[in-house]
C-alpha cells in the first residue's frame, strides 16, 4: 500500500519528503505523517472540498499543509485558472484567489505549478508565480519550466519564491542539484 512505501522511504532517506495525489480525507493525511512522510500535498480534493484543508491544518498542523495548484493561462480569461484531474479539469477559480482563499483556511505552503510550462524547460511563470507570492505569506514553490540555472537563480529573485521544484533537467543530467546549489549561493541566494 501507499503507507507501506512511506514507512519504507521514511526508512532509508534523512531528508524532509512529502506525499501526495490520492489524499481526500483528514484520516488519509494522518495515516500519511505517522507513517514517516513530513508534509502532505493535496490539490483536487482541496478544491472540491475546501473545508478539508481547514480540518486537514487542524489535525496535522499548518505547516505540514501543502495546496497542489495546477495552473493554466486561459487568455480570453486573460488570467490563470486552476486545473484538477491532472490538468485536464478547468475550475472557475483564479489561481491567485485560490492561494489566499488556501492559505486562511489553514494551508502552510503552495506548490504552484505552470501547466502550460511543465516539462518545456524554458522557465518558470515568474508572472504567475509572483502574483501569487505578492498576496500570500506562506512558501510557495515554483513548478514547471526549470531548463538552466538562471530559471533557478529567476524564481527565487524575480518570483520571490521559496523553493523551486524541477525533474526534467536533473532527469535527464543535464545539470544536478549540488550544481544549481552551488551556483546559487555563489550569485547570493541563501539555501537550506
Known sequence: TMLDVVREVAKQITIPFTVGGGIRTVEAMKAVIDAGADKVSIGSAAISH???????ANVIGSERLIIAIDAKFVPDRQTWRVYIHGGKTETEKSVVDWAKEAVSLG???ILLTSMDR???KNGYDLKM???VTDVVHVPVIASGGAGTIDHFYEAFTVANATGALAASIFHFKETSVSTVKEELKRRGVPLL
Open 50 to 56: 475546501p473545508e478539508l484543508v481547514r480540518e486537514g
Open 107 to 109: 494551508a502552510g505552503e
Open 118 to 120: 511543465d516539462g518545456e
Open 129 to 131: 508565480t509572483k502574483a
